[in-house]
T-cell receptor
Framework: KQEVTQIPAALSVPEGENLVLNCSFTDSAIYNLQWFRQDPGKGLTSLLLIQSSQREQTSGRLNASLDKSSGRSTLYIAASQPGDSATYLCAAGSSNTGKLIFGQGTTLQVKP | NAGVTQTPKFRILKIGQSMTLQCTQDMNHNYMYWYRQDPGMGLKLIYYSVGAGITDKGEVPNGYNVSRSTTEDFPLRLELAAPSQTSVYFC??????????????FGQGTRLTVV
């Protein structure tokens, strides 16, 4: 059974720092790994989607990597801004079921 | 661009009451999903549908029912509300099965409290 874990649960950094959010999964049989952003009281917004055949994806200041063999993905945020404050969730698309399995999220606070 | 629309945004139910959470999408997506999110936890899949007339159970289906009579609508029904169903509920849709690499679009959520 696929399990997805995100560490740390919460992170507070000063503005301008580069930071890394971690996501680990137990079953390497995944179709893809997706990163979402969730603002308080809001729904989820898709940030990056990495297919199983890819190693990384980039969008602006965001870079997500995927290492299936070690069961890990990281989300790198460059030059963090207060507007980046949100909860970031990763989700693994299961090859066995075709469903998304979510981690519990990392809540990020970027202080001005 | 409406995307995925959920109603209501907030609701308080008494134990034993029933209600329907509404979800509609205007992107002509075949695949629709209901998730619940408990505090500090990730999303758990309740039910999903791969097209009109076809539904299937997810990880946590007990206490819920769904129907899919049209491509656009995927309501979630709670028959006998229990405190354990206090949660935030998200509806989502995608062009094909979300786990195989298609982007999922989420609604804004329904915050349900059962007292």
């Amino acid at each position: 059974k696929q399990e997805v874990t995100q560490i740390p649960a919460a992170l507070s950094v000063p503005e301008g720092e580069n930071l890394v959010l971690n996501c680990s999964f137990t079953d390497s049989a995944i179709y893809n790994l997706q990163w979402f952003r969730q603002d308080p009281g809001k729904g989820l917004t898709s940030l990056l989607l990495i297919q199983s055949s890819q190693r990384e994806q980039t969008s602006g200041r965001l870079n997500a990597s995927l290492d299936k063999s070690s069961g890990r993905s990281t989300l790198y945020i460059a030059a963090s801004q207060p507007g980046d404050s949100a909860t970031y969730l990763c989700a693994a698309g299961s090859s066995n079921t075709g469903k998304l399995i979510f981690g519990q999220g990392t809540t990020l606070q970027v202080k001005p | 661009n409406a995307g995925v629309t959920q109603t209501p945004k907030f609701r308080i139910l008494k134990i034993g009451q029933s209600m329907t959470l509404q979800c509609t999408q205007d992107m002509n997506h075949n695949y629709m999903y209901w998730y619940r999110q408990d505090p500090g936890m990730g999303l758990k899949l309740i039910y999903y549908s791969v097209g009109a007339g076809i539904t299937d159970k997810g990880e946590v289906p007990n206490g819920y029912n769904v129907s899919r009579s049209t491509t656009e609508d995927f309501p979630l029904r709670l028959e006998l509300a229990a405190p354990s169903q206090t949660s935030v509920y998200f509806c989502a849709s995608s062009y094909s099965f979300v786990g195989v690499g298609t982007e999922a679009f989420f609604g804004q959520g329904t915050r349900l409290t059962v007292v």
